[in-house]
């Protein structure tokens, strides 16, 4: 396809304008930070585009009322409120025949409910983890998988919920760890069976059958002895001091690139993003959830980092993104035709 210098808007939630608002620091932690904007901002401008910055849901309804348009947005926003937040954004662009880049709203509004998602890759014959959804603490008790069992809030990112205790031993442990996660976030709970193997993180471009792996990474724990460790917003805090990345060439890699590459299109899921796989006793690889707004630090993020490991900077990144996304933005030109 021709390459088109286009007028890209860029929506985004900014952390320390939530903060200044009163909102803590985990309530905030999916919001990204200016280097973010900054970084995406050059990498845009570097390709040719003319970057415009809109900010977040209710700065875009204000900018869309005034008559903003652009070719296409370049959409990180993740939003605050609800099960639906990740879809909001891309929503209203949808109402204004805005092509935007990264999933629809159905894909978003879908994979950031972490157990409805699961129903999806099971329907598809994708290996993922037993589990169950507890809307209360007393119905813990009715759960009927084996322990050790894994705990995490049924519909929030960026490692959120996830500590140690998230892994219990006992019915009075998953009780208790429930009951807290309750509480703390006012959403369901996710129990899954844990899976004690290797930890991957596998990065993917495209949509349907154009889609393809861009690179994986292993999670290792710098501390082998902390048998507890968990990928929790913390330990992805700081990365450089709790964990090593590697890139892992080897059969179990593979096979859990392929699991996220049929995950990923069977999900719908387009443009670029991220899917967590770990293994089983067995060393079998199943799904754990997917990203399709991952982080875009051009430094700290999971997926910019698992790319420069596999040799694509940052720039090609999101040069990728766009060029995917230009299809839709030519499919509106033709049409308007």
Request: net charge negative; hydrophobic share 45%; with cysteine.
């Amino acid at each position: 396809m021709h390459a088109r210098k286009l007028t890209i808007g860029l929506t985004y939630d900014l952390r320390d304008d939530y903060l200044a608002r009163g909102y803590s620091l985990e309530e905030t932690a999916e919001m990204d930070k200016p280097e973010t904007i900054e970084g995406l901002e050059r990498a845009l401008a570097a390709l040719g585009h003319r970057v415009v910055r809109i900010g977040s849901a209710e700065q875009l309804v204000c900018a869309l009322a005034a008559g903003g348009r652009w070719d296409l947005v370049f959409n990180i926003a993740e939003g605050l409120f609800g099960r639906g937040r990740e879809a909001l954004v891309p929503a209203l662009l949808d109402a204004y025949r805005i092509p935007y880049t990264f999933s629809d709203p159905l894909v978003m509004a879908l994979t950031l409910d972490k157990a409805l998602t699961k129903t999806v890759i099971r329907a598809a014959g994708l290996a993922t983890a037993p589990s169950a959804r507890l809307h209360d603490a007393a119905e813990a008790g009715s759960v009927d998988l084996p322990y050790p069992l894994f705990l995490k809030p049924v519909a929030e990112g960026t490692g959120k919920g996830i500590s140690a205790r998230s892994r219990v031993g006992s019915p009075a442990e998953l009780r208790e760890v429930a009951a807290d996660l309750l509480a703390r976030f006012g959403q369901d709970v996710l129990v899954e069976t844990y899976l004690p193997g290797r930890e991957f993180t596998v990065g993917l471009a495209g949509c349907g059958a154009g889609a393809e792996v861009l690179g994986l990474m292993e999670v290792h724990f710098t501390d082998p002895a902390a048998e507890r460790a968990v990928y929790s917003y913390e330990t992805k805090a700081d990365y450089e001091n709790r964990v090593r990345y590697r890139v892992p060439r080897d059969a179990a890699a593979d096979a859990a690139a392929a699991l996220a590459l049929a995950c990923w299109r069977a999900l719908g899921c387009r443009d670029a993003g991220r899917i967590d796989i770990r293994c089983d006793a067995a060393g079998a690889p199943n799904f754990i959830e997917v990203n399709p707004l991952a982080g875009l630090n051009p430094v700290h993020s999971d997926l910019p980092i698992l790319c420069r490991l596999n040799g694509i900077p940052f720039e090609a990144l999101v040069a990728r993104i766009v060029r995917e996304a230009e299809g839709r933005v030519e499919e509106k030109k033709n049409a308007q035709r």
